[in-house]
T-cell receptor, first 111, second 116 residues
Framework: DAKTTQPTSMDCAEGRAANLPCNHS???????VYWYRQIHSQGPQYIIH???NNETNEMASLIITEDRKSSTLILPHATLRDTAVYYC????????????FGAGTILRVKS | DSGVTQTPKHLITATGQRVTLRCSPR?????VYWYQQSLDQGLQFLIQ???????AKGNILERFSAQQFPDLHSELNLSSLELGDSALYFC???????????????FGPGTRLLVL
């Protein structure tokens, strides 16, 4: 499965959009990009996932570049409660049964 | 609320002891996964069960074992506990067997284990 690279930390002003990048330059055609977040030692929370097309749900939007080598998770109006560690995970046939978590990005939303 | 429940929330025990962590999956989910999160190792996959059978194994120690019961709840047994076993233990569940990369896993709130 492809490795991912995320910034260690990011800050965002409350009410503004938070854009979290993820690089997955070795992703292959059948691998999905998943995003989870973990708020202060709580259980990881599923946010969104996608293969090729951009995706949107009630929590966030996922923008995947045309070459699929990178993606951006967008929280449209960040609140203080969005402060968390955000994990970008690439899942394919090799990982199938498990999620492989990296270090993630610590997002701090500030008032 | 993901629909996955875990008990207990906190557990404090001594080295050499044995503990059992319990997980109930979301209604309708047949697969249960266990993950360990320690300060130095991050979140790591331990084991998966599907409908009562072991399906995949990760970095699970021989001192640890798990099972899934007919009602689909799962238990993770940790024995001969060491200080280094102190961690958060999370259970996740998903619908099917394959743990396909198209299948979303939903996590419970975790059990915090402290070994003294």
């Amino acid at each position: 499965d492809a490795k991912t690279t995320q910034p260690t930390s990011m800050d965002c002003a409350e009410g503004r959009a938070a854009n979290l990048p993820c690089n997955h330059s070795t992703i292959s055609g059948n691998e999905y990009v998943y995003w989870y977040r973990q708020i202060h030692s709580q259980g990881p929370q599923y946010i969104i996932h996608g293969l090729k097309n951009n995706e949107t749900n009630e929590m966030a939007s996922l923008i995947i570049t045309e070459d699929r080598k990178s993606s951006t998770l967008i929280l449209p109006h960040a609140t203080l409660r969005d402060t968390a560690v955000y994990y970008c995970i690439v899942r394919g046939l090799m990982s199938g049964n498990k999620l492989v978590f990296g270090a993630g990005t610590i997002l701090r939303v500030k008032s | 609320d993901s629909g996955v429940t875990q008990t207990p929330k906190h557990l404090i025990t001594a080295t050499g002891q044995r503990v059992t962590l319990r997980c109930s999956p979301r209604s309708g989910d047949l697969s249960v996964y266990w993950y360990q999160q320690s300060l130095d190792q991050g979140l790591q996959f331990l084991i998966q069960y599907y409908n009562g059978e072991e399906r995949a194994k990760g970095n699970i120690l021989e001192r640890f074992s798990a099972q899934q019961f007919p009602d689909l709840h799962s238990e993770l047994n940790l024995s001969s506990l060491e200080l280094g076993d102190s961690a958060l233990y999370f259970c996740a569940s998903s619908v099917g067997a394959s743990g396909s990369h198209q299948e979303t896993q939903y996590f419970g709130p975790g059990t915090r284990l402290l070994v003294l």
